[in-house]
């Protein structure tokens, strides 16, 4: 008796059902394989991510800024997909994993890549991951570029490795002997803690706050119109605009997103750049997330900035004060290039080794922080740069508040009658030449990424 054609049919397709199930669990069990590879290798590097870890720093990327990551050094199944993942999963609300090492062609990579960051750039997605970024320096450059364009904070994923003699990158995987090599080490022009859009917009309505009070005061207005720049904006009716006398346009950071600058690297060029950049701090606080606190604002004729204090942890990451030697582009072409610099002993110290841009105000003995003397010493030259005057550079907020802290030290141990103004939220002094240091009655507590700007 023959079996009837139902009956074929029914058993072809079991047949066909069996085969698929048995290739589904094959490549599961492959897909899991690999991934419980990559995360044994990731373990046995040793690689510790704040923004995998660290509570607050998870909490602060998920709200409050964009971070663009690039995988760098950690070789393909090595742990990379599985770092990946894990940058994604951590962010899953809002995150997406681009330009996978896996699954794109070389030769149309970066082409493809570009426009799929671009493409999630314009979608505002907070978290990508680039995994396309073992280029050279000069290729990535497009890349960075297009994340400040979209105000997305650059964080590039860089494993402990050893710097070997040729400029090269060896990693030692734990518990074996295994050496693998990895790109060149990737150095940023400065490293620093950067705020997110709508934390720098706050702190900039602040800045706004406090200057339009001042300007309220005729004090205030006499000696700012006596000291300004020259070449600075006028008014329709001839006098000076302050509302456009300040101003961020042409920044090499751009004009929204702020930053407080804690070293100057230029691209590894500096001295002190590779013992900074190796240094334990830095390499397990890359990507963190950290609350700093304004304790003040200063505005001078050149710049109007704030002032901040930082705690023991953020000293840590703080190399400005450390370099032994200045580097010549960051100084001489941005400080050394006022021509109209007055004659006064403290102003002409500018352009001088008198008043090293790299140097901190020391402590004078027994210093201790006062209301009208908050700060000196290491780090005491940590600022966000807020505003600039006509052809001054940012570099200048920083000789500023030095200046501001000789003259606070100077007035403590000598006593002398000092412009001062009462405002809401608290006082302003002039130290003379224009020089005014608010002190805020309540610090600002405002979240930023620690990392490095490309």
Known sequence: MLPNPSSKVLVLGTITLMVLLQMFIFISNLDYETSSREETTLSKLGQHYPFLENSTTINYISSEIQVMFFLRGVPPGRGRSALAQAIVDTFSQNSVFCCSSQTTSVDVSDQNCLQEVEINCKKHIRVIVVDHADNPSKDLKKYFSMAHQYNYTTVVVQPNTTVREDGGNVLQVRESNEVLQTPKMLYPLFYGWFLGYNISLDVQRHRKTLYDECLQQSKFVEIFNKFALPGS?????????????????????GPTLLHCTSFFSNYGNRTGSKQYATSSAVKQNTGGAYNLSIIGFLITPQTFGARLRLTKDELALWGVDNSKEADKTHTESNVGSRS??????????????????????????GWRPQEFSPTCGPGSRAHLTLGLGVNISAVQTGIDLNLIIQQELLARDKPKDIPTLQLAGGIARCYGEGNWAIYLEKPLKVGALFSGWN
């Open 340 to 365: 109209w610099v007055k004659t006064n002993k403290v102003i002409t110290a500018r352009t001088s080794d008198t008043l090293n841009v790299d140097k901190p105000v020391s402590c004078p003995k």
């Open 233 to 253: 904006p006028h008014n329709s009716s001839g006098g000076l605009d302050f509302g456009r006398y300040f101003s961020l346009t042409g920044l090499l950071t």
